[in-house]
């Protein structure tokens, strides 16, 4: 395993690796020989100053993800999560796309993906410039009508939140993986929620919560996909979540050479070919420039 200095967020890679050694070689090769499908999780964003769940920044201990069934089921819970995500929200809006996400955009311009999946709903991909993205569990930028199941934008709802409580003023420092932040229980009861502008009915954000399946034609689109993949290159996901791990197996069943990028083990470090713990800013910028040969 390969250990690097972790770059600050956002700014520039330093002390590029040596990419012509083992297991760099083996990553470039499998990259340069093209058709790389990329899976990417919350560890590709730190670097933009969004926590992950598993990682050093998660706070998965300390805060408890949403499910589906306490969001439908609850009044109450409904108003605690945007309460807390209209806080939150502004935050992962605010962020912007790292070394990584360039990256990936620019392996993508040379012709070298042939597709992006990304279990992150934070956009930072396309932000980054790159295309055709993937987002299995959605994004935080969109909101969805469980009743007559309009989508709109989340800018707009925010604009709302913010008419429908005038004088509510909340400050944090924090956020937690979902792009919610950590609020007192008054500020969360004084806090009025806003229906569907059509139809009254109840608003969730478009992304997919525990306890939620993924809508089934993006889940074979992404078997699909893995299925005729080059190499599948996951980024900064430990794969506790089946929901992406599953593809990283049905790659393996296929004999699709697997590549883990990771600081820190994987569940899928077993069916990986080969595994580098780096930080992604640093690693996917190395093996960009070492790549600058390629057509
Ligand atoms: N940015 C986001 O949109 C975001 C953030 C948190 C969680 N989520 C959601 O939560 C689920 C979490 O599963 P997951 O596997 O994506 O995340 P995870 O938190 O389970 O795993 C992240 C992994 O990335 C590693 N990591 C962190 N920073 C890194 C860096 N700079 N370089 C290399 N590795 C780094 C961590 O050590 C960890 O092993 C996903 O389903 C996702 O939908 C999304
Ligand atoms: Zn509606």
Known sequence: ??????????????????????????????????????????GLSTESGIPDYRGETGRS??????????????????RRYWARSHLGWRHVARAA???????????????LVAGIITQNVDGLHQAAGAGGVIELH?????????DCGRRSPRADLDERLHDANPGWH????????????????????GFRVVGCRDCGGILKPDVVFFGENVPRRRVEEC????????????????????SGYRFVRHAAGLS???????????RGDADALVTL???????????????????
């Open 61 to 78: 201990r300390r805060a408890t993800p949403m499910t589906y069934q306490a969001f439908t089921g609850s009044a109450a819970a409904r």
């Open 138 to 146: 959605g994004n935080l930028d969109r909101v969805r009508c469980l």
């Open 170 to 189: 909340a400050h944090t420092e924090t956020i937690n993986p979902d792009g919610d932040a950590p609020l007192p229980d008054d500020r969360v009861e």
């Open 1 to 42: 395993m390969t250990r690097l200095a972790m770059d600050g967020p956002g700014g520039p890679p330093k002390d590029l690796p040596d990419v012509t050694a083992r297991p760099w070689r083996t990553l470039a090769d499998l990259i340069g020989d093209g058709d790389v499908v990329v899976l990417s999780g919350a």
């Open 277 to 295: 713990d780096a930080p992604l800013g640093t690693a996917l910028t190395a093996l960009v420039d070492g790549l600058a040969g390629h057509p």
């Open 256 to 266: 699709v050479p697997v590549a883990i990028i990771n600081r820190g083990p994987t």
């Open 97 to 111: 796309p790292n070394a990584g996400h360039r990256a990936v955009a620019e392996l993508q311009r040379r012709g």
């Open 223 to 242: 078997f699909a996909l893995t299925g005729r993949a080059g190499t599948l290159l996951v980024l900064g996901s430990s794969l506790a979540v089946m």
